[in-house]
Every structure is written in structure tokens, then in C-alpha cells.
């Protein structure tokens, strides 16, 4: 099973910032199968990003993603208030096995 | 629209079967695999395993295996989750999510049922 790393645990940004968050993979990813998710209080995760680049429907163009094999980045180019939230890396592999990264907690400095 | 709607929550001793149910709208229920999620108080996502309700092809994870089990009415268009004997460290909210048209993102998520094991 593949294990994922994010990092930081937590990150401390302003609004206007940018923000950088890493998602490592114990082996590679299959194909392109790394996605994101961010998860505000109280509600269900939100597919932001697949397919390591491709943005969901409706999420803005500040948000982007990049990466392949074993290292993935998700980058925020200008934070928003709505924007501080959990984050959450997911991969997909062979028979259907899908792991989630731990988080990371982005939050208002 | 695609709308994904979990029952209410739950509040059981140990013990007590729990069936939990995500009743799908708005796309073709036998045409994508249906997920579910964990999320324990404070903490991470947990993939629990998948199921094709086109015929019901069902995969779990390691850690999940033996200790639920998940099923598809398609006749109303319903996911299930089921423990015949549930504990305390069963305490969490759990999420139903579609695989999307990638295969390999959950696309559109239940908005999740909180379940309290306690004595």
C-alpha cells in the first residue's frame, strides 16, 4: 500500500500569500492518479484538483497542482479567507485502492 | 444535479447492528463506484472500500476488511454501510463519495453521518 506524507503538518499564511503544500508518496503513483481535497469544518471534503493538475469543476485558477512519481505540490497563488481549511492528498492504485495523505492544516497567521 | 444524501445520525451501544444508507440523484447509479470514508473525531480520511452497484463488484481495504460490509439497492438508487457489531472505536463520521468520470478522484461527496458507539 502506498503511504503519503504531507507537509508541513500545519502552515501559517496571511491572506494575499502564497501558499506551498507537498504531498510525498512511499513509491510511485500510479500514472497521474494524485488528487486534492480540502475539508473546512463541519463539512465534506471537496475535490479540488485530479489527475495531479486537472481542477475540478467551479474551483478557481488560483488553485493549481504539479508533481509526478513520488512528489506532489499544491499551490494557492493568493490566499483567500475562504481558503483556510484542511488539505488533503489522495492517490489511486491497482484494484481500486485509494489512500489519503494525512493533511495539512492551512491556517491564518 | 448530483446530490449524494446520507441518513441522520446514530447513536448506538455496543453491539447494536448499524446500517447506514447514501441515497444518490441526478446521474446513473449502476454507471459509478460508490466509496466510503471514515473520519474519526479530529483526525483524518480513511478509505474504507468501493462498491459497483452495476453488479455490485465490491473492493475493501486491508484495515477494513471482515469488520463492515458494503452493499447497493439500485432499485432506489442506495449505498450501504453495515456493521453487525459495532464498538466504541467505531465512533466517527463516515462519508459516501462517487468515483468520478477520471476513476480515480471522489468527485461528489455525501454530506456525511455522525455515528456515536457508546455504552
Known amino acids: 500500500e502506498i503511504v503519503l506524507t504531507q507537509s508541513p503538518g500545519t502552515l501559517s499564511l496571511s491572506p494575499g500569500e502564497r501558499a506551498t503544500l507537498s504531498c510525498r508518496a512511499s513509491q510511485s503513483v500510479s500514472r497521474t492518479y494524485l488528487a486534492w481535497y480540502q475539508q473546512k469544518p463541519g463539512q465534506a471534503p471537496r475535490l479540488l484538483i485530479y489527475?495531479?493538475?486537472r481542477r475540478a469543476t467551479g474551483i478557481p485558477d488560483r488553485f493549481s497542482g504539479s508533481g509526478s512519481g513520488t512528489d506532489f505540490t499544491l499551490t494557492i497563488s493568493r490566499l483567500e479567507p475562504e481558503d483556510f481549511a484542511v488539505y488533503y492528498c489522495q492517490q489511486y492504485g491497482s484494484s481500486l485502492s485509494i489512500t489519503f495523505g494525512q493533511g495539512t492544516r492551512l491556517e491564518i497567521k | 444535479e448530483v446530490q449524494l444524501v446520507q441518513s441522520g445520525a446514530e447513536v448506538k451501544k455496543p453491539g447494536e447492528s448499524l446500517k447506514l444508507s447514501c441515497r444518490v440523484s441526478?446521474?446513473?447509479?449502476?454507471?459509478?463506484?460508490i466509496g466510503w470514508v471514515r473520519q474519526m473525531p479530529g483526525k483524518g480520511l480513511e478509505w474504507m472500500g468501493i462498491?459497483?452497484?452495476?453488479?455490485?463488484?465490491?473492493r475493501y481495504s486491508p484495515s477494513f476488511q471482515g469488520q463492515v460490509t458494503i452493499s447497493a439497492d439500485k432499485s432506489i438508487s442506495t449505498a450501504y454501510l453495515q456493521w453487525s457489531s459495532p464498538k466504541a472505536s467505531d465512533t466517527a463520521v463516515y462519508y459516501c463519495?462517487?468515483?468520478?468520470?477520471?476513476?480515480?478522484?471522489?468527485?461528489?461527496w455525501g454530506q456525511g453521518t455522525l455515528v456515536t458507539v457508546s455504552s
Open positions: 463519495a462517487r468515483l468520478g468520470a477520471s476513476g480515480s478522484s471522489l468527485d461528489y
Open positions: 462498491i459497483y452497484p452495476g453488479d455490485s463488484d465490491t
Open positions: 441526478g446521474y446513473s447509479f449502476t454507471s459509478y463506484w
Open positions: 489527475d495531479v493538475s
